[in-house]
């Protein structure tokens, strides 16, 4: 199997990375190839403009979608966006390793889904959903979070239920055709001196999550992924059909 992990943190050696790694070296364990898309380290630009696109359409007025089209239908795509699109390509599992920022993934990976997921290429008006793109290929969500577990709940200080708070961008990976898996969630993931632990039950609490994400990687098999709506199930507008 072919595993893509795309990466968002600033810093190397943060929990996330250490996620990342755990990730890594399961899978690998196992066989698996394993690559790591490094959006920080890579500096992958995630704002959409004008200037990366060459070829243009309209030189008058930046409509993306147009632009987007049009470079992938004639190989002019800019490099970096290439790259990642090729590394979806070949996978068959998408971890997306990231932290909780502002409830919300990072804007740097927000970026990346703008850019990436490119319209007219690698989604049409009928290309879309389980109808999408990547149809057979599985994705998950790994977030960190300084909040406990018990806060995220709906009506708790973490905002919401994680699922709910994530469902937005794992609507946009069932838009793209991709089998979501419920995500997982690392909590209290905090600096030293923002914690009420003792330094001791600080360190064995971050092993233990380490080890629960290699099993829970290696028993993926065993979950079920999130239920969305498809083509089926609307009609021809759009709207949940009645019976």
Not at 34 to 44: M, Q
Not at 91 to 110: E, G, N, S, T, V
Not at 158 to 178: A, K, Q, T, W
Request: with cysteine; net charge negative.
């Amino acid at each position: 199997m072919n595993i893509l992990i795309v990466h968002c943190h600033p810093e190397a050696n943060s929990f996330n990375g250490a996620l990342t790694n755990t990730a890594v070296n399961a899978f690998e364990s196992l066989g698996h190839n394993v690559v790591v898309s490094d959006l920080y380290a890579e500096g992958f630009d995630p704002v959409e403009k004008a200037e990366h696109y060459q070829n243009r359409v309209n030189t008058e007025r930046f409509d993306i979608l147009s632009e987007q089209r049009h470079a992938y239908k004639t190989d002019t795509l800019p490099e970096e966006v290439k790259r990642e699109i090729s590394r979806l390509e070949a996978c068959d599992l998408l971890i997306l390793q990231f932290p909780m920022w502002w409830h919300q993934q990072p804007a740097m990976l927000k970026g990346w889904f703008d850019r990436v997921f490119v319209g007219g290429g690698l989604y049409t008006s009928k290309m879309r959903y389980d109808k999408g793109y990547f149809k057979g290929k599985r994705a998950i969500c790994s977030v960190t979070s300084g909040a406990p577990l018990s806060t995220f709940t709906q009506n708790g200080r973490g905002g919401g239920v994680i699922e709910d708070l994530l469902r937005s961008m794992n609507f946009s990976l069932h838009y793209m055709g991709f089998s979501v898996y419920p995500p997982y969630l690392s909590t209290e993931i905090q600096n030293k001196g923002f914690t009420y632990k003792s330094p001791e039950q600080f360190e064995a609490d971050l092993k233990a999550n380490l080890t629960d994400w290699h099993s829970y990687l290696t028993h993926l098999d065993d979950l079920e992924p999130l239920r969305f709506a498809g083509w089926e199930d609307w009609d021809e507008k759009g709207a949940e059909a009645t019976v």
